[in-house]
């Protein structure tokens, strides 16, 4: 497995879990989420957890089409 300590994830949906899950890979994880709340939720989490995170609430699909 490589290693992903201190890389950057912008993780898109990051209350669904997978910003947790990365974070625990040592990432610096950029949670980016519809739900303002749940973003925030999550690097809460990741913080307590020692890990690095931040939030911004987005909607990315009407970007992407």
């Known amino acids: 497995m490589s290693d992903f300590t201190n890389k ?5 949906g990051a209350s669904s879990g997978m910003g947790r899950t990365v974070a625990a890979q040592g ?3 950029v949670a980016v989420d519809i739900v303002e709340d749940g ?3 999550t690097v809460e989490e990741i913080i307590n957890n020692n890990g690095t995170a931040t939030s911004y609430e987005r909607m990315l699909r009407p970007l992407m089409m």
């Open 8 to 12: 950057v994830a912008i993780v898109t």
């Open 27 to 29: 990432v610096c994880v």
């Open 39 to 41: 973003g925030k939720e």
